[in-house]
C-alpha cells in the first residue's frame, strides 16, 4: 500500500535558522503530495501541494518540490520564526480520496 | 466561511461504553472523511463519503464502528463498544471534488480517553 516516511522525529532550531523536513513516499500511479501543519489543539491545516513532477508548492515561506525520481517532497523554509513551532505532515493522496499522512514531524522553534 | 465544526470537543469512557461524534463540513462540500489520530502519530483514515454514499470504509472496524452521512451533509460517527485501544483523537475532514485538488479541510477534531 501508499506510505509516507518523514525522517526526523523531532527538530529544534533557532529563529531565523534554514528548516529542512525530507519526506519521502511510496505509491502505485501518480499521487498528489501534501504538507499539512497542526497546531496544538488543533486539527491538521493545509499548506500546499503539488501534483506533477518538478512542480513547486509552497505557502507562508514555507516550499517543497515534487521529485518522482527520488521519491521525495522535502519541505524548507529559508528562515523560522517562534510562531513556526507545529507539527509538519507530509501527505499523498488520489482524486478526491483519503491522504495517507506520515508520522509527523515536530518543529521547536526557540528566541 | 465556517469551518469543519465537530461535538463533543472532549468524551472520557469506561471500556465497553459507547460514544458518538457529529460533524458538519464546509458548506458545498460534497466529500467527508474520518480520520483516527493517536497520540503523536499521524492521521489514519477509517471512512470517507461522497454525498450520501460511502466511498471506502475498508479501515473502519466494522465490528464497533458505524458512520453514516444520511443527507450527504452532517455525519456521526459511532463507537458501539468501546476498547482503551481506541483513544485517540477522531478528525473529520471536507473536501469538493471539482475544487482544485480537493484539498481536505479539518475540523478540530474529539479527542476521546477509553479507561
Known amino acids: 500500500g501508499d506510505s509516507v516516511t518523514q525522517t526526523e522525529g523531532q527538530v529544534a532550531l533557532s529563529e531565523e535558522d534554514f528548516l529542512t523536513i525530507h519526506c519521502n513516499y511510496s505509491?502505485?500511479?501518480?499521487?498528489?503530495l501534501f504538507w499539512y501543519v497542526q497546531y496544538p489543539g488543533e486539527g491538521p491545516q493545509f499548506l500546499f501541494r503539488?501534483?506533477?513532477?518538478?512542480e513547486k508548492g509552497s505557502s507562508r515561506g514555507f516550499e517543497a518540490t515534487y521529485d518522482k525520481g527520488t521519491t521525495s517532497f522535502h519541505l524548507r523554509k529559508a528562515s523560522v520564526q517562534e510562531s513556526d513551532s507545529a507539527v509538519y505532515y507530509c501527505?499523498?493522496?488520489?482524486?478526491?480520496?483519503?491522504?495517507?499522512f506520515g508520522l509527523g514531524t515536530r518543529v521547536s522553534v526557540f528566541p | 466561511e465556517a469551518g469543519v465544526t465537530q461535538s463533543p470537543r472532549y468524551a472520557v469512557l469506561q471500556e465497553g461504553q459507547a460514544v458518538s461524534f457529529w460533524c458538519d463540513p464546509i458548506?458545498?462540500?460534497?466529500?467527508l472523511y474520518w480520520y483516527q489520530q493517536p497520540r503523536d502519530q499521524g492521521p489514519q483514515l477509517l471512512v470517507y463519503?461522497?454525498?450520501?454514499?460511502?466511498?471506502?470504509n475498508s479501515q473502519l472496524p466494522s465490528d464497533r464502528f458505524s458512520a453514516v452521512r444520511p443527507k450527504g451533509t452532517n455525519s456521526t460517527l459511532k463507537i458501539q463498544s468501546a476498547k482503551q485501544g481506541d483513544t485517540a483523537t477522531y478528525l473529520c475532514?471536507?473536501?469538493?471534488?471539482?475544487?482544485?485538488?480537493?484539498?481536505?479541510?479539518f475540523g478540530p477534531g474529539t479527542r476521546l480517553t477509553v479507561l
Open positions: 505509491a502505485s500511479g501518480y499521487p498528489a
Open positions: 463519503f461522497r454525498d450520501e454514499a460511502v466511498i471506502d
Open positions: 501527505a499523498l493522496g488520489g482524486h478526491a480520496q483519503g491522504l495517507t
Open positions: 458548506s458545498g462540500h460534497d466529500t
Open positions: 503539488a501534483s506533477r513532477d518538478k
Open positions: 475532514a471536507s473536501s469538493h471534488r471539482d475544487w482544485g485538488w480537493h484539498e481536505q479541510y
